[in-house]
């Protein structure tokens, strides 16, 4: 990554957080840190290797979450 940030992990095809079925984002979890921060990786992922799109386990986070691009 071009980023000096910290690097953000991919997990690939295979990998058992990619096997379980993501829980849903629950109301609670709206406008927390830890789900403005997954966001923010799941921007800078796409961004950074111009992808389409990429879901939050994609990055270790076990939610409905995904960013298109």
């Known amino acids: 990554f071009m980023n000096a940030g910290p690097k953000i992990k991919v997990y690939k095809d295979g990998e058992e957080i ?7 984002v629950k109301p ?3 406008n927390t840190e830890h789900l403005a ?3 923010s990786d799941l921007k800078q992922i796409v961004t ?3 992808a389409v799109g990429f879901a939050a386990p994609q990055i270790g ?3 409905r979450v995904m960013m298109i691009g």
């Open 61 to 63: 986070h076990s939610k």
């Open 28 to 30: 609670e979890e709206f």
């Open 37 to 39: 921060q997954v966001i």
């Open 18 to 24: 990619l096997t379980r079925v993501a829980e849903p």
């Open 48 to 50: 950074e290797l111009g």
